[in-house]
């Protein structure tokens, strides 16, 4: 709970809300498309400061990716730049949920995928994600 009344204040509770009010929204198509792009790239740059919220983030992804078809690679891209960020990329289980999220938006691409198979971490959620990618996407090798 916040004690401040401060503008500056950010509730976790308030964005859960916006969140799952907006997808509940593209559901049904009421909200344009630029906001849902604007939205994803403001809630991206959120993976640093708020990486607690990653699953949230990660869901509201992949909501807009189904809502707006043309997102998918932009989204897909940043995602990967962040994973390839060492400074940026220092939890494993951030990573292993923007992993699943990319696993989820399908068809990665053999670059793509060695960006996965070179900075994927070696925790055991990640790895796992890393696996279920590389069995849908990889070579047998990578199997």
């Given at each position: 709970?916040?004690?401040?009344?401060?503008?500056?204040?950010?509730?976790?509770?308030?964005?859960?809300?916006?969140?799952?009010?907006?997808?509940?929204?593209?559901?049904?198509?009421?909200?344009?498309?630029?906001?849902?792009?604007?939205?994803?790239?403001?809630?991206?740059?959120?993976?640093?400061?708020?990486p607690?919220?990653?699953?949230?983030?990660?869901?509201?992804?992949?909501?807009?990716?189904?809502?707006?078809?043309?997102?998918?690679?932009?989204?897909?891209?940043?995602?990967?730049?962040?994973?390839?960020?060492?400074?940026?990329?220092?939890?494993?289980?951030?990573?292993?949920?923007?992993?699943?999220?990319?696993?989820?938006?399908?068809?990665?691409?053999?670059?793509?995928?060695?960006?996965?198979k070179?900075?994927?971490n070696?925790?055991?959620?990640?790895?796992?994600?890393?696996?279920?990618?590389?069995?849908?996407?990889?070579?047998?090798?990578?199997?």
């Open positions: 709970m916040t004690t401040s009344n401060s503008k500056d204040s950010f509730s976790e509770r308030h964005l859960k809300f916006f969140l799952s009010h907006v997808i509940s929204l593209m559901k049904f198509g009421l909200i344009d498309e630029e906001k849902t792009a604007k939205l994803s790239i403001y809630f991206i740059n959120l993976f640093e400061d708020k607690h919220l990653t699953n949230l983030i990660c869901w509201f992804l992949l909501a807009v990716c189904d809502y707006d078809k043309s997102l998918k690679n932009p989204i897909k891209g940043k995602l990967l730049k962040f994973i390839k960020d060492s400074s940026k990329n220092v939890y494993e289980w951030q990573e292993m949920w923007i992993m699943d999220t990319l696993r989820q938006l399908n068809n990665l691409t053999s670059k793509e995928l060695k960006i996965l070179k900075v994927g070696t925790h055991e959620l990640c790895q796992s994600q890393l696996a279920l990618i590389l069995g849908r996407g990889g070579n047998p090798d990578d199997r």
